[in-house]
């Protein structure tokens, strides 16, 4: 009987879980070429992105929080170009790009103290 009931409680519970998992999809992944990166007091999260190298994508930074000092993201692109940009509260900051090459391209705050990367592919 006690088996029963756990077998019951489990056929109830694990596929609600397994939906829900299942619509989470990862921030570093974006059919549309779209990637939000949110910055929050813990810094850039997802602090790794992967990107598909030769194709155009948005990087859209988002500061979610006043407790941290990224109120800037600055982004070294491989041929030199440098990217800062400001990134107010609660406005989403869009970056589009495109990486011709696999490799780890980084980004931080101003202050280079919170930091992320891009994981070209």
């Known amino acids: ?15 609600a879980c397994s939906r ?14 779209r ?3 949110k910055v929050t007091k813990n810094g850039f999260e997802p602090a790794d992105v992967k990107v598909p190298a030769g194709k155009r994508v948005t990087l859209v930074f988002e ?3 006043d407790e941290t000092c990224a109120k800037e993201v600055v982004l070294q692109l491989p041929d030199g170009t440098k990217i800062d940009k400001p990134l107010p ?18 980004y931080a705050c101003g202050m280079d103290m919170a930091r992320g990367t ?3 592919q």
């Open 118 to 120: 891009l994981t070209v």
């Open 63 to 65: 500061r979610k929080t």
């Open 35 to 37: 990637f939000e990166i």
């Open 89 to 106: 509260l609660d406005t989403p900051v869009e970056i589009a790009a495109t990486f011709p090459t696999s490799g780890v391209i980084g």
């Open 1 to 15: 009987m006690m088996f029963l009931r756990y077998a019951l409680a489990c056929a109830l519970v694990l596929p």
């Open 20 to 33: 829900e998992a299942s619509k989470a999809e990862p921030a570093s992944t974006s059919a549309e070429g």
